[in-house]
C-alpha cells in the first residue's frame, strides 16, 4: 500500500477495551513487579491488579447478562483472520470466579505466603501468581482456538512453579510438581493435537468459524479424532476421574494460598474449555451422537463421585482429604454435563461457582491452621476448633455446603443437579446423588470430630489466625451463604451461560450481520 | 490400503510413530531426564503434524520477492505453503522450551533432595514417608491411612 | 587460564561477530526471515559461549544475574507497552497501524519493530537466565580438571 488511505476511525473508549483490560492487567503485573524487584511491593501489586480485574469481570457479566455477547479483535484484525476475544455469558461468569478468588486469595496469602515461603522467592511468586491468573483468564475469554492452548500453558507453567514452592515445608511438593508437569503436558499436547486436526479439516482457528464449518461433519474420523484428543487432553487437566492421578499431590503439598487459588479456579477454567469445546465448537447434536455423554462422561461422573469421596473419609491429612473431595465434585460437574439438558448444564455452572468459593473457604481454613498447628493431620488440629472458633466456624459453614445442606451454596447445586436428573428422568440418579452426598456427610463430620469432640494436644498452646486469613476466609464462609439463601444472581447467570451453550454456536455469520449493521449506522 | 495411499502420508505414519515413541518413554521409563526426553520427542511430534499440515504441494517458502527498488511484486503464478502453522508451532516450540527447562530444573531440586532421580527410589522414599507419617498420625483413624 | 588458548582467542573473536549477527537478524525481522526469537537466542549464545570458555564468574561479570532478570521483564513491559500506546491512540491492543493512521503498512513497520525489540531482549534475558541457573548448580571446574 505505497498510497496514504485516509482511513476514518472512532477512537475507542475504555470500555470497549475492558476485554483486553481483563488480561492485559494482570498480564503487565507479573513483568513489572520482577522489573521493579521491590519485595514490598509485589504484593500491593497484585491485588491492586486481581482488584481492578475483578472490577472489569464484573462490567462484562452485567453487560452479557442479556445473553448476548462482546467480541474484541486484536491488533484489529477481524475474525476469522484476526485473534478473537469473545465474551459472553458462560465465560463472563468463569472469568468473574477466578478475578473473585484472586482478590479474596491474596489478602489470605500475604500471612500464609510469608510463614510458608521464604523471603527471597515472595516477588517471583507474586509474579508468577498473576500469570497463573493471567493464564487461567486467558483459557477463557479468547475465541480462538490455539489460543486457549497458548494460555492454557501459561498458567501450567506458573502453576508447577507455584507447588514446588511448597519444597520447603515438604519435599513431596517438587515430585508433585513434576508428576502434575508431565501430565499437565501431556494433556496440553493432546489438546494442541485435536486442534491440529480440527485445523486439517477446517482450515480455521476462529471457534466460531471453526463451528460453522464443522456442520454435517459428524461422520468425518478426523474431527471424531479431534474430539477424543481435545475431550481426553483437558479432561487431564480438569482431573475427570481416572485422569486425576496429579491432583491429591499437588494440592497436598503445595502451599496453603496456592492450593485455595487451584481448587477454586484452575480445574474450573478447564471445565469450562471442556464445555466450550463440547457445545460451542462441535456443537450438541454431533456430541449426543458420539455416545460420549453416556457411555463415558456420565458412568466416571458416578464413579468420581462415590470411588473419590471413600478415599476421601479415609485420610489423615485434612488437605488431602480436601483434595479428594475435590475430584469427587469435580465428578458432580461432570454429571451435570452428562446429563445433557439446559438444567444439567446449568447445574455444572452452578456448582462450578459454589464448589469453587467452598473450596476456597476450606482451604484457606487449612492455611490458618497450618499457620498455627503446623500441619493439617488430625492429630495435629485435634480441638483447634475450640482454639480458633472463628477458622472452625468457616470450617463448619464450608463442609455443610460440601455436603449441600439447606441454607448454604452447596444446596443450590445439588439442588439443581436433582432437578436435572428428574427432568431427564433418571430418577435412580436423583437417589445416587444423595446418597454421594451422604459420603460426604462422613468426611466432613470426621474433621468436625476432630476439630470440636476432641481434647486440644497438651502441649498446644493455640491462638485464632490473623485477622488478614480471617477476613478473606470468612468473605468466602459468607458468600457460602449469602448464595446460598439468595439464589438469583447466581441462578440467572448460569441459566443465561446453559441456555447458550446448548443453543451452540453463534456462528460467524452472526458477526458479519453485526458488522453490517454496525457500518449502517 | 494401497502403496500411494501409504506414501502419500508418510508424514503423518511418522507423527504417529515418532508420538507414540516419545509417549512410551515418558510412561514407561523410570528415569525423570529420560521422561521429559520422552515428553520432548512427544511435542516434537506434533510439530511435525503442524508442519505438514502447512506443506502445499509446490509451494515456497511465503515470503514476498521484492524487486530492486524494494517495492513487493506479487506474482499469482507462484504458490506458498501455508505459514500459519509454522507461526503456531513457533509458539508451540518456545512453550516446549519452557517446559524443559522447568522439568530440569525441577529434577535439579528433585535430585538435590532426594540425592536420586530415580522414580522407583523416589517412590520408596516417598512410601517411607508415607509410613512414618502413618505411625505417627495414624492414631486418628485407628492406625489406618 | 593457561588452557586452550586456541579456544579462548577464537571466542574472543567470535564474540562480536556472533551479537552483529545477532543485530542483523533483530533489524531485519520485519520483512525477512528473522526477527526477535532467533536474533534473542543467537545474542544470547554469544554470552553463553563465552561462559563456556571463560567460566559462569567471567560471563556475569560482564552480564550481571540481576540485569539478566530484569531484562526478561523489560522485554514483556515493551511489547505490552506497544500494544498499550495503541490503545492509548485509540485503535485496539497491538493494532499497529494506529502509529501511523494515514499511512497504516508504515505504521505496521513501526510496530513489528518496536514488538520485535521486545521479543528479542526477552528471549535474550531467559536464554541466559536458563544458563545462569543450571550452570550455577554444577561444580565448577578447575583449570586442572580439564
Known sequence: ?521 | MTLEFFLGHVNYWLFIVLMMTGFYIVVSRGNYVKKIVGLNIFQVAVFMLYISIGKVTGGTAPIFPTNSQGKIKIDPEIVYSNPLPHVLILTAIVVGIATTSLGLALIIRIREEYDTIEEDDILEIEAAMAQAENDEHGSAMGGRA | MEHHLILRVVTKLLVGTIILFAFYVQFHGDFSPGGGFQAGVIMAVAFILYGLVFGLDAVQQVFPPWIVHKLVALGVLVYAGTGIWNMVLGYEFLHYGSLNPHHMSHGQHTGIIWVEAGVGITVTGVMIAIFYAFAGRAPRLGDDDW
Not at chain 1, 488480561?23 to 509485589?42: D, M, N, Q
Not at chain 1, 480455521?204 to 463451528?211: F, K, S
Not at chain 1, 449426543?288 to 453416556?294: A, C, G, N, S, W
Open chain 1, 1 to 521: 500500500m505505497a498510497t496514504a488511505v485516509e482511513v476514518h476511525h472512532t477512537a475507542l473508549t475504555l470500555r470497549d477495551h475492558l476485554p483486553i483490560l481483563q488480561i492485559l492487567i494482570p498480564f503487565c503485573t507479573a513483568p513489572l513487579i520482577v522489573f521493579l524487584g521491590y519485595r514490598s511491593l509485589a504484593w500491593p501489586m497484585a491485588f491492586i491488579s486481581s482488584l481492578l480485574s475483578l472490577i472489569i469481570a464484573t462490567m462484562l457479566l452485567i453487560q452479557v447478562s442479556d445473553g448476548s455477547y462482546i467480541s474484541y479483535h486484536l491488533g484489529g484484525w477481524a475474525p476469522p483472520v484476526g485473534i478473537e476475544y469473545r465474551v459472553d455469558a458462560a465465560n463472563a461468569f468463569v472469568l468473574f470466579l477466578i478475578s473473585a478468588t484472586a482478590t479474596v486469595v491474596l489478602p489470605f496469602a500475604l500471612s500464609s505466603v510469608a510463614h510458608e515461603i521464604p523471603c527471597k522467592n515472595h516477588a517471583l511468586f507474586y509474579a508468577c501468581f498473576m500469570l497463573c491468573v493471567t493464564g487461567l483468564m486467558g483459557v477463557v475469554i479468547t475465541g480462538d482456538a490455539f489460543n486457549v492452548f497458548v494460555f492454557l500453558e501459561i498458567s501450567s507453567l506458573s502453576t508447577y512453579v507455584l507447588v514446588s514452592q511448597g519444597s520447603y515445608r515438604d519435599k513431596r511438593a517438587l515430585t508433585a510438581a513434576y508428576d502434575y508437569l508431565i501430565m499437565g503436558t501431556i494433556g496440553a499436547t493432546f489438546f494442541v493435537i485435536g486442534i491440529g486436526l480440527l485445523y486439517m479439516t477446517t482450515g480455521t482457528l476462529n471457534m466460531a468459524d471453526m463451528a460453522d464449518r464443522l456442520v454435517g461433519q459428524g461422520g468425518n474420523r478426523t474431527v471424531q479424532a479431534a474430539f477424543a484428543f481435545i475431550v481426553v487432553g483437558m479432561g487431564l487437566k480438569v482431573a475427570i476421574y481416572p485422569l486425576h492421578l496429579w491432583l491429591p499431590s499437588a494440592y497436598t503439598y503445595a502451599p496453603s494460598a496456592v492450593t485455595t487459588f487451584l481448587a477454586a479456579t484452575a480445574t474450573k477454567a478447564a471445565i469450562y474449555v471442556v464445555l466450550r469445546f463440547m457445545f460451542t465448537v462441535f456443537q450438541p447434536d454431533f456430541v449426543f451422537d458420539t455416545h460420549i455423554l453416556v457411555w463415558i462422561i456420565g458412568p466416571l461422573a458416578l464413579l468420581a463421585m462415590f470411588a473419590a469421596s471413600l478415599i476421601a473419609i479415609f485420610q489423615t491429612d485434612f488437605k488431602r482429604m480436601l483434595a479428594y473431595s475435590s475430584i469427587a465434585q469435580i465428578g458432580y460437574m461432570m454429571l451435570g454435563i452428562a446429563m445433557f439438558s439446559v438444567t444439567g448444564l446449568t447445574a455444572t455452572m452452578v456448582h462450578l461457582f459454589n464448589h469453587g468459593i467452598t473450596k476456597a473457604v476450606l482451604f484457606m481454613a487449612v492455611g490458618a491452621l497450618v499457620l498455627r498447628a503446623g500441619s493439617t493431620f488430625y492429630d495435629r488440629i485435634e480441638g483447634m476448633g475450640r482454639a480458633m472458633p472463628l477458622t472452625g466456624a468457616a470450617i463448619v459453614i464450608g463442609g455443610l455446603s460440601l455436603i449441600g445442606v439447606p441454607g448454604t451454596a452447596g444446596f443450590i447445586s445439588k439442588w439443581m443437579l436433582v432437578q436435572a436428573a428428574f427432568e431427564g428422568g433418571y430418577w435412580w440418579l436423583a437417589l445416587i446423588i444423595v446418597a454421594s452426598s451422604l459420603l460426604a456427610v462422613l468426611y466432613v463430620w470426621r474433621v468436625v470430630e476432630v476439630l470440636y469432640l476432641h481434647t486440644p494436644h497438651p502441649d498446644a498452646t493455640h491462638t485464632e489466625a490473623p485477622l488478614l486469613m480471617i477476613v478473606p476466609m470468612w468473605i468466602a464462609a459468607l458468600a457460602c451463604l449469602y448464595f446460598g439463601l439468595d439464589t438469583r444472581f447466581i441462578l440467572d447467570a448460569a441459566s443465561t451461560a446453559a441456555d447458550g451453550l446448548m443453543a451452540g454456536s453463534a456462528g460467524m455469520s452472526e458477526i458479519s450481520s453485526a458488522a453490517a449493521a454496525a457500518a449502517d449506522h
